[in-house]
């Protein structure tokens, strides 16, 4: 009997490990940061964008955002929907 119970609590654990597993597969990751405009424009208040990027809009443009071409791709590489309209500036606001 008592090998039954300890056979049983090792797959239970196993079962458990496996779970956890799928709800956070190895490999990802989480800055924080570039995980949605919220946190980014935490750091950067206007918005982060390639040295060269003009704003796309019908009104003010954003000119006061971070320019950093290495934490822009990098906020990119990671959440692509960042730079919605693709002007390169992540999270611009005025």
């Not at 990802?28 to 424009?41: F, Y």
């Amino acid at each position: 009997m008592e090998r039954f119970k300890t056979a049983s609590l090792v797959a239970a654990s196993g079962l458990i490990v496996a779970l956890l597993s799928v709800a956070s597969p190895v490999g990802a990751h989480s800055t924080g940061i570039h995980d949605n405009c919220t946190n980014l424009n935490n750091r950067w208040s206007h918005g982060v964008g390639l040295r060269g990027a003009v704003d796309k809009t019908a009104g003010v443009r954003v000119t006061n955002f971070h320019r950093n071409g290495d934490a822009y791709r990098l906020a990119d590489k990671h959440n692509g929907g960042l730079d919605r309209d693709n002007d390169g500036i992540a999270c611009e606001k005025r």
